[in-house]
């Protein structure tokens, strides 16, 4: 038993480390009192209970997972990470806060789901965590007022989505009225932007053909029907006059109408998946149903996207980068859509892989600055989700979220090492220059040296602000 475990940290210096933060790069010492950073500075003249040589490495604050599912039924069947497999993967991977979706059941009420996920993560927290609320059923007009009392709750973000017809899509009408609240309850409306109508159509013609192999995932939900209803949301959403983030954009066609509304200065944001960078349709086409571990929506497109979503983070068309883990075993739950890729659970596990794979082909590659990609990764998600800057950044009176990313260090991303109980990863064999090597969740060591070292518990729900207002320091807990 390492004896972190049970003696609270109460000081620590990190010394002569480069700090990256979303507006500077410079080399300082920080010193970690009591869960926040009280002090930053050159050769600080400070004693701590620990010091921790950071030269040569980098200080960036814990990454934010905007977007993951944990413990989410799916299909059927329910995603094979929860709270502690999934929180520890972040862990491992320097994402030390993540805000999950709490699913809204047809004919529940909000406090009925979100008493349902707070159970999930009850006792198994690693990380800290905040809830999305996905909204399916506004046909009570008592949700209406409830929806718009979430927020004094810290739920500050609506979910909509606008596919997965019959299961959790829901009609304009639903959505529109959901943007009206958030206009005035101060929260960000975030949706899942595809036609699901018409990708309904294009499903049933593919399986009347006899098209069930995984690839025909991809082809009924062509890049056009995502463009649409991104447009659809942003032009609804200035109607209704709030604010609008579009999870996981994969294409030109909706990048385009985002990209046009940030010029027009529209309160408009998109993020995109570390997937979408990386994999692409022809994924889905790999033989002996290896293609259904890419089976997720929106699908992986041609490849020539790649460059469209590297330009459009670079150039702020695009704000995050998230990663929508949602992890299903290739053999035992992907499977039960072996005859019918409508039956494949949708997603794919990567909590783990975000820092690595951007850092490793973004900042490597020379497509992003390191600054930007603590933008992309941490800053704007902590910004646009109430969270900054208790987090999201290095600063005196943050939370001592951080991570000592080494440059050099190498790894091989593989499913044999990785620590999600998914049994694939999206990543298989990639290798990358530049790991964390010491994370910390309010200045407790949570992970060091490829060992995890906080215990189950120890992660905390965070009430969100609402958005465009700050996220002020919890006050100091006592010893
Ligand atoms: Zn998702």
């Known amino acids: 038993m390492n004896c972190r475990d049970t003696v609270p940290l109460m000081s620590l210096l990190i010394r002569g480390g480069r700090?990256?933060?979303?507006?500077?790069?410079?080399?300082?010492?920080?010193?970690?009192?009591?869960?926040?950073i009280s002090l930053i500075g050159a050769g600080l003249d400070v004693q701590a209970d620990r010091t921790i040589d950071a030269s040569g490495k980098y200080v960036l604050?814990?990454?934010?997972?905007?977007?993951?599912?944990?413990?989410?039924?799916?299909?059927?069947?329910?995603?094979?990470?929860?709270?502690?497999?999934?929180?520890?993967?972040?862990?491992?991977?320097?994402?030390?806060?993540?805000?999950?979706?709490?699913?809204?059941?047809?004919?529940?009420?909000?406090?009925?789901?979100?008493?349902?996920?707070?159970?999930?993560?009850?006792?198994?927290?690693?990380?800290?965590?905040?809830?999305?609320?996905?909204?399916?059923?506004?046909?009570d007009e008592e949700r209406l007022e409830e929806l718009a009392a979430l927020p004094e709750q810290g739920i500050t973000s609506y979910k909509l989505f606008m596919a997965y017809k019959n299961v959790l899509q829901v009609d304009d009408e639903?959505?529109?009225?959901?943007?009206?609240?958030?206009?005035?309850?101060?929260?960000?409306?975030?949706?899942?932007?595809?036609?699901?109508d018409a990708i309904d159509v294009l499903v049933r013609e593919a399986l009347a053909r006899g098209d069930t192999a995984p690839i025909f995932h991809a082809l009924t939900r062509p890049p056009e029907l995502e463009g649409e209803a991104t447009n659809r949301a942003v032009q609804l959403a200035r109607i209704a006059g709030c604010p609008l983030y579009v999870v996981h954009v994969t294409?030109?066609?909706?990048?385009?109408?985002?990209?046009?509304?940030?010029?027009?200065?529209?309160?408009?944001?998109?993020?995109?998946?570390?997937?979408?960078?990386?994999?692409?349709?022809?994924?889905?086409?790999?033989?002996?149903?290896?293609?259904?571990?890419?089976?997720?929506?929106?699908?992986?497109?041609?490849?020539?996207n790649h460059a469209v979503l590297w330009d459009a983070v670079r150039t702020d068309a695009l704000s995050?980068?998230?990663?929508?883990?949602?992890?299903?075993?290739?053999?035992?739950?992907?499977?039960?859509g072996k005859d019918d890729f409508t039956k494949i659970p949708n997603g794919g596990p990567g909590l783990e892989d975000r820092l690595k794979m951007i850092h490793h082909f973004g900042v490597g590659e020379g497509r992003i600055t390191l600054s930007r990609m603590v933008d992309l990764l941490a800053t704007q998600p902590a910004k646009l989700f109430g969270l900054y800057p208790r987090k999201g950044t290095v600063a005196v009176g943050s939370d001592a979220d951080l991570v000592?990313?080494?440059?050099?260090?190498?790894?091989?991303?593989?499913?044999?090492?990785?620590?999600s109980r998914c049994d694939y990863n999206m990543y298989e064999g990639t290798e990358v220059v530049g790991a964390p090597e010491l994370v910390l969740l309010r200045g407790n060591v949570l992970v060091e040296d490829g060992e995890l070292v906080a215990s189950p518990?120890?992660?905390?729900?965070?009430?969100?602000?609402?958005?465009g207002e700050t996220l002020a320091a919890e006050p100091a807990t006592a010893p």
């Open 320 to 336: 995050a980068i998230s990663t929508d883990h949602c992890s299903f075993l290739w053999d035992g739950q992907k499977t039960l």
């Open 174 to 196: 639903t959505l529109f009225r959901a943007m009206e609240v958030a206009a005035s309850s101060g929260a960000l409306v975030m949706v899942h932007a595809e036609n699901g």
């Open 457 to 467: 518990g120890s992660g905390r729900f965070v009430r969100r602000a609402r958005f």
């Open 19 to 36: 700090i990256v933060i979303a507006a500077d790069d410079y080399v300082a010492d920080v010193l970690v009192d009591d869960e926040r």
């Open 404 to 419: 000592i990313f080494d440059p050099e260090r190498r790894e091989t991303i593989s499913a044999a090492s990785h620590h």
């Open 61 to 139: 604050p814990g990454c934010i997972d905007p977007h993951t599912h944990l413990d989410m039924p799916f299909g059927g069947t329910v995603t094979v990470d929860d709270f502690e497999s999934g929180q520890a993967s972040a862990a491992f991977g320097g994402t030390t806060c993540h805000v999950d979706f709490c699913i809204q059941a047809q004919g529940q009420t909000f406090a009925e789901a979100l008493e349902t996920w707070h159970a999930k993560a009850n006792g198994k927290t690693l990380i800290d965590y905040g809830f999305h609320i996905a909204v399916t059923d506004l046909r």
């Open 251 to 304: 294409c030109r066609e909706a990048v385009d109408p985002i990209r046009r509304a940030r010029e027009q200065g529209w309160r408009v944001w998109g993020e995109s998946c570390t997937q979408y960078f990386f994999r692409s349709i022809d994924d889905l086409a790999q033989p002996d149903f290896e293609g259904a571990k890419y089976v997720y929506s929106p699908p992986a497109r041609d490849a020539a």
